[in-house]
T-cell receptor, first 116, second 111 residues
Framework: GAVVSQHPSWVICKSGTSVKIECRSLDFQATTMFWYRQFPKQSLMLMATSNEGSKATYEQGVEKDKFLINHASLTLSTLTVTSAHPEDSSFYIC????????????FGDGTRLSIL | EDQVTQSPEALRLQEGESSSLNCSYTVSGLRGLFWYRQDPGKGPEFLFTLYSAGEEKEKERLKATLTKKESFLHITAPKPEDSATYLCAVQAGGGGNKLTFGTGTQLKVEL
C-alpha cells in the first residue's frame, strides 16, 4: 500500500519550454503533498507544500511564478516548471502524506528534468 | 532553524560486517524522526518513524534508535542488496508536516 506515482520519469526539452510533472497517490487520499528538488549527492530540499483546494505554500527562495503547483483532487498534484532554463535542470521528487492515521510521507520515484 | 547532520557521508562494508549510521539533529520540538532508503535514480523509500527518546524499531537487518540529540541506524550482517543512500529527516512541532532532511549516508556493501 501507500504507492505514489510520478510521471514522467525523465524529460529533456529546450530552453523556454514549460514542463508539467504529475504526482498521484494510487491507493490513498492525500490532502497534502510535497514537492522537493534534489541535486546530485545533496539532500532533498523542500520547494513547496501542496494543499488540495487551496494555494500552495512555497519555501523561501522558491519562485511561485516559476514553479506552478495545482492540487485539484485528493489524489493528484501537478508541478509546472514555466519557461524552463538550464539552471532548472534537476531531480524533482513529490511525496504524499496519507490523510488517514499518523503516517509518514511516501515518495514518488522522481522526475529527471534536463533543459538544453 | 531545524538541522540534520548525517555521518559518515559514505561507508563501505564487507558483507556481514555490522556497523551504524549516525543522524544528529537540532529541532524545536521533535514530532518525529524518519529514516528512508534511497536507491540511485529513485525516490526515498520509508523505513522507520521514531517519536521519542528511547524508542527502537527493527526491520530485518536494520534497527533504528533515538536519543534526545541523535538517532542511529544499526545494520547487522549487511548484504549487497542493502547498498543504498540512507536518509534521516525530522519533523518539528509547529512546522506542519514539513520534513528537514540530512544529506544522507551512501552505503556500499561488498561481497
Amino acid at each position: 500500500g501507500a504507492v505514489v506515482s510520478q510521471h514522467p520519469s525523465w524529460v529533456i526539452c529546450k530552453s523556454g519550454t514549460s514542463v508539467k510533472i504529475e504526482c498521484r497517490s494510487l491507493d490513498f487520499q492525500a490532502t497534502t503533498m510535497f514537492w522537493y528538488r534534489q541535486f546530485p549527492k545533496q539532500s532533498l530540499m523542500l520547494m513547496a507544500t501542496s494543499n488540495e483546494g487551496s494555494k500552495a505554500t512555497y519555501e523561501q527562495g522558491v519562485e511561485k511564478d516559476k514553479f506552478l503547483i495545482n492540487h485539484a483532487s485528493l489524489t493528484l498534484s501537478t508541478l509546472t516548471v514555466t519557461s524552463a532554463h538550464p539552471e532548472d535542470s534537476s531531480f524533482y521528487i513529490c511525496s504524499a502524506r496519507p490523510d488517514r492515521g499518523n503516517q509518514p510521507q511516501h515518495f514518488g520515484d522522481g522526475t529527471r528534468l534536463s533543459i538544453l | 532553524e531545524d538541522q540534520v547532520t548525517q555521518s559518515p557521508e559514505a561507508l563501505r562494508l564487507q558483507e556481514g560486517e555490522s556497523s551504524s549510521l549516525n543522524c544528529s539533529y537540532t529541532v524545536s520540538g521533535l514530532r518525529g524522526l524518519f529514516w528512508y532508503r534511497q536507491d540511485p535514480g529513485k525516490g526515498p523509500e520509508f523505513l522507520f518513524t521514531l517519536y521519542s527518546a528511547g524508542e527502537e524499531k527493527e526491520k530485518e537487518r536494520l534497527k533504528a534508535t533515538l536519543t534526545k540529540k541523535e538517532s542511529f541506524l544499526h545494520i547487522t550482517a549487511p548484504k549487497p542488496e542493502d547498498s543504498a543512500t540512507y536518509l534521516c529527516a525530522v519533523q518539528a512541532g509547529g512546522g506542519g508536516n514539513k520534513l528537514t532532511f540530512g544529506t544522507g549516508t551512501q552505503l556500499k556493501v561488498e561481497l
